[in-house]
C-alpha cells in the first residue's frame, strides 16, 4: 500500500483588507455608540429629576398664611429665611424654572442671546489657550 496520505499544508492567513464599506461599518458603531452615551445620560438626567420632584414639599404648606408672624429682629429674620429656603428648595426652584421657561416663550430671541453668551463663555474658558485681551489691557 501506498504511503499514507499526507495532508496538504495550511492556506495562510487571509490579510485583512480595509475597504470603504468596512470603514463606514466603523464608523457606524461608532456613532451607534454616541445615542447609547446620549441615552445613558438622558436617563441619568430623568432619574435625577424625578426624585428632585419627588421631594417637593405641598404647594398649600407653602402658601399656609397662617404660618407667617413678624420676626423679632434681623437675625431671626435671616435665620427663617435659610430655613426657609433649605425646606422649600425644590419648590423654588420649579418656580424658577417656570419663570424662565414662561420667559423664553414670550421672548425667544432670548434664546439666541443666551446661546451666544454660552458660546463666548466656551471659547474663552476652554477653547483660548492665551489671555483674553480686550481694549489693549490683558484680562486674567
Not at 424658577?96 to 439666541?112: R, Y
Request: aromatic share 10%; glycine share 4%.
Amino acid at each position: 500500500m501506498a504511503a499514507a496520505a499526507s495532508a496538504p499544508p495550511p492556506a495562510p492567513a487571509p490579510i485583512p483588507v480595509v475597504s470603504a464599506a468596512s470603514s463606514e461599518h466603523n464608523q457606524h458603531q461608532a456613532q451607534a455608540a454616541t445615542p447609547n452615551a446620549l441615552y445613558f445620560v438622558g436617563s441619568r438626567l430623568r432619574e435625577y429629576a424625578s426624585n428632585t420632584f419627588e421631594q417637593r414639599k405641598p404647594w398649600t404648606e407653602v402658601f399656609d398664611r397662617t404660618t407667617f408672624s413678624r420676626p423679632s429682629s434681623l437675625q431671626e429674620a435671616a435665620s427663617r429665611c435659610r430655613q426657609n429656603l433649605g425646606y422649600f428648595r425644590v419648590n423654588y426652584l420649579i418656580v424658577i424654572l417656570l419663570t424662565v421657561a414662561a420667559s423664553f416663550l414670550t421672548h425667544p430671541s432670548s434664546l439666541f442671546i443666551l446661546g451666544a453668551l454660552m458660546a463666548s463663555w466656551v471659547y474663552v474658558f476652554v477653547i483660548k489657550q492665551g489671555p483674553l485681551v480686550l481694549g489693549g489691557k490683558e484680562l486674567r
